[in-house]
């Protein structure tokens, strides 16, 4: 029978052949065999053998299957046609996108090179680090979108305007900013970090037995360097070593003062990427929970808050803390060991030093315990970074230019040591520090308002920002004071600087809030005043009407229209009038 000998073939044939014998009728002739072969049980000639053998055998099937049959085998061989083609295509998609995952594994071996670089990692450390690299870079930043060139950037007729009129806020307030949809923040990442001018390989002293060999070298934790020491390290050269804290040990953070736990150690260490730090000392501030943050940050970007002892204990009294020690975004790091006794000193620590911390992250966004952050941090890293070019970006001050101002200003307001801080200046003043002026231009400032940092992790960064620690290591705690000598030595031997930008956009994207103290304060005032008395409510008496009859009393006439004027002329027009009728009768109302 035709039919159950084509669907036994079925299964032997296969679509490929079937589709090649797909037209011809004739039957091929059989090619001689080229030894006594017993005939196949299923061929129905018993002749051919080989490929010639199985296209008459198909030959055969097709000339005697019937049409049904036929269009049923053209659909599943169309089918399996279908299949194969699409199947081929989404293999060849996963291929084609499979490299530009690639590209961002890039970073983290970059800084991961100087890491090593920097003797930071030990033999157990080297294989920790690696099983980190691998498990957070692989998975997370595949999702990354790929980078792309715009010819015209969507904010680029975005023109400046000053803040609004507000009579209720008359100090500074922020002003409008144009920022990209963290979506296309992302594609406009670059693929590479940005050139370190000159320097390219940054290591860190690290030394086991410390001697102060003068008066105002510093404290144990920075190292105590001395002057000369302190000329070196702005002799900026291809590689170089230099003081950066932590030198009692070659992992900052384990034994070397500003002390963590190993767990938090490990978790900083497993950062990749962008990091987000802030940190309260001395429970000075309230903390503050960042907000409108995409869900793409809040997989992919760190937030990292260090606390002291003191603040945790506060903290813990009235917030609850889960099982990975987060509260909220931030991801709680307590310190120990803390290497100074003034709690805003021991906050310049992570603030500058973040790199250090951080070894593995390509960028970094500093914001103080008071602020809240309420922008993406992609969003900011295109908007300043990315978008200018730049590898270090600062708001400048509101109101001061010039350090000269800004030191009596901090003396006025009991910030510091009045004689520290005029020692500070009189050592700058011999050094060639000057008052800021138009000469200076492009730079606009000398004062930065710092508590916000946005950088990238690069060497010539990683310098500026160690020689910046170094200074208030060695003199105060004030860094505004210290900026702008740092910044113009290292400006005046390489093509680099700090991009200082308004300090009405660095307040369009933290709010600032009061310190600790002052907010407590603030808040007994108010719980002192004593209550408002509750207002007065008159109730109104009914107005009374007069009868109809009043405007024929001529004393209550006159009356009425002394007290009323224009109102009661106005309303008596609106009453009807009364005519006479006629015979002397009654009026009537119209």
């Known amino acids: 029978m035709s039919s159950g000998a084509s669907l036994g073939l079925r299964t032997s044939g296969s679509y490929g052949s079937l589709q090649q014998s797909n037209g011809q009728l004739a039957l091929p002739a059989p090619s001689?065999?080229?030894?006594?072969?017993?005939?196949?049980?299923?061929?129905?000639?018993?002749?051919?053998?080989?490929?010639?053998?199985?296209?008459?055998?198909?030959?055969?099937?097709?000339?005697?299957?019937?049409?049904?049959?036929?269009?049923?085998l053209l659909l599943l061989v169309a089918v399996a046609v279908v299949c194969y083609f699409h199947f081929s295509s989404l293999v060849s998609k996963d291929e084609v996108a499979a490299p530009g995952t690639q590209t961002m594994p890039r970073f983290s071996d970059h800084i991961?090179?100087?890491?090593?670089?920097?003797?930071l990692n030990t033999t157990s450390q080297t294989g920790k680090q690696s099983d980190i690299s691998n498990e957070k870079v692989q998975s997370p930043l595949r999702t990354f979108p790929p980078a792309i060139a715009l010819e015209h950037h969507p904010c680029e007729n975005f023109s400046f305007s000053p803040p609004p009129v507000d009579r209720k806020r008359t100090g500074p307030r922020p002003c409008p900013v144009c920022y990209m949809p963290v979506e296309q923040a992302l594609a406009l990442m670059p693929r590479v970090p940005t050139a370190s001018p000159i320097l390219q390989s940054l290591n860190y002293l690290s030394e086991d037995h410390l001697v102060l060999k003068e008066s105002n070298s510093g404290s144990l934790f920075g190292g105590y360097p001395s002057l000369e020491q302190?000329?070196?390290?702005?002799?900026?050269?291809?590689?170089?070593?230099?003081?950066?804290?932590?030198?009692?040990?070659?992992?900052?953070?384990?034994?070397?003062?500003?002390?963590?736990?190993?767990?938090?150690?490990?978790?900083?260490?497993?950062?990749?990427g962008t990091v987000v730090a802030s940190a309260i000392f001395g429970n000075y501030d309230i903390m503050q929970q960042p907000e409108n943050?995409?869900?793409?940050?809040?997989?992919?970007?760190?937030?990292?808050?260090?606390?002291?002892?003191?603040?945790?204990?506060?903290?813990?009294?009235?917030?609850?803390?889960?099982?990975?020690?987060?509260?909220?975004?931030?991801?709680?790091?307590?310190?120990?060991n803390l290497p100074y006794s003034d709690a805003r000193r021991n906050g310049k620590v992570p603030k500058l030093l973040l790199h250090r911390l951080f070894p593995n992250?390509?960028?970094?966004?500093?914001?103080?315990?008071?602020?809240?952050?309420?922008?993406?941090p992609y969003q900011l890293l295109e908007r300043f970074l990315w978008r200018k070019n730049v590898s270090f970006a600062i708001s400048r001050h509101y109101r001061r230019f010039d350090v000269?101002?800004?030191?009596?200003?901090?003396?006025?307001?009991?910030?510091?040591?009045?004689?520290?801080?005029?020692?500070?200046?009189?050592?700058?003043?011999?050094?060639?520090?000057?008052?800021?002026?138009?000469?200076?231009?492009?730079?606009?400032?000398?004062?930065?308002e710092g508590c916000v940092i946005i950088r990238e992790n690069i060497p010539i960064t990683n310098l500026f920002t160690c020689l910046w620690f170094n200074e208030v290591d060695r003199f105060t705690s004030r860094d505004q004071i210290s900026f702008s000598t740092v910044?113009?030595?290292?400006?005046?031997?390489?093509?680099?600087?700090?991009?200082?930008?308004?300090?009405?956009?660095?307040?369009?994207?933290?709010?600032?809030?009061?310190?600790?103290?002052?907010?407590?304060?603030?808040?007994a005032a108010l719980r002192s005043q004593p209550p408002p008395p509750p207002p007065v409510v008159r109730a109104q008496q009914p107005r009374k009407m007069l009868p109809d009859n009043a405007a024929k009393e001529p004393g209550r006439a006159s009356a009425t229209k002394k007290s009323s004027g224009k109102r009661s002329r106005k309303s008596s027009s609106k009453r009807p009038r009364r005519t006479k009728g006629a015979g002397g009768k009654d009026p009537i109302r119209l």
């Not at 009692?248 to 003062?257: A, E, H, Q, S, Y």
């Not at 030191?407 to 060639?432: H, T, V």
């Open 404 to 448: 000269f101002e800004e030191a009596e200003a901090n003396k006025a307001g009991g910030k510091y040591d009045n004689a520290s801080i005029d020692n500070q200046i009189e050592f700058y003043k011999r050094e060639g520090l000057t008052h800021y002026s138009s000469a200076k231009l492009p730079i606009t400032s000398d004062v930065p």
């Open 293 to 336: 943050i995409s869900e793409f940050s809040k997989d992919t970007v760190c937030f990292f808050m260090f606390l002291d002892e003191e603040t945790e204990a506060a903290i813990m009294n009235t917030t609850t803390v889960d099982n990975m020690k987060r509260i909220g975004l931030w991801r709680v790091v307590v310190v120990h």
């Open 361 to 376: 992250v390509r960028y970094s966004l500093w914001i103080d315990g008071k602020l809240k952050l309420v922008k993406d």
């Open 32 to 72: 001689p065999p080229l030894a006594a072969r017993k005939p196949a049980k299923l061929s129905l000639g018993g002749g051919g053998a080989g490929r010639g053998g199985d296209r008459l055998l198909l030959a055969r099937i097709w000339v005697f299957a019937s049409r049904r049959q036929r269009m049923l």
């Open 230 to 272: 302190r000329d070196m390290s702005y002799d900026i050269k291809d590689s170089m070593t230099i003081h950066c804290g932590f030198v009692r040990g070659k992992i900052p953070g384990l034994n070397t003062g500003f002390d963590v736990d190993e767990a938090d150690l490990y978790e900083m260490r497993k950062c990749h």
């Open 112 to 119: 991961q090179s100087l890491v090593n670089g920097n003797g």
């Open 487 to 523: 910044r113009d030595k290292i400006r005046s031997r390489v093509n680099w600087t700090a991009d200082m930008f308004l300090d009405c956009e660095r307040r369009d994207f933290v709010v600032q809030a009061y310190h600790r103290e002052l907010m407590e304060q603030r808040l």
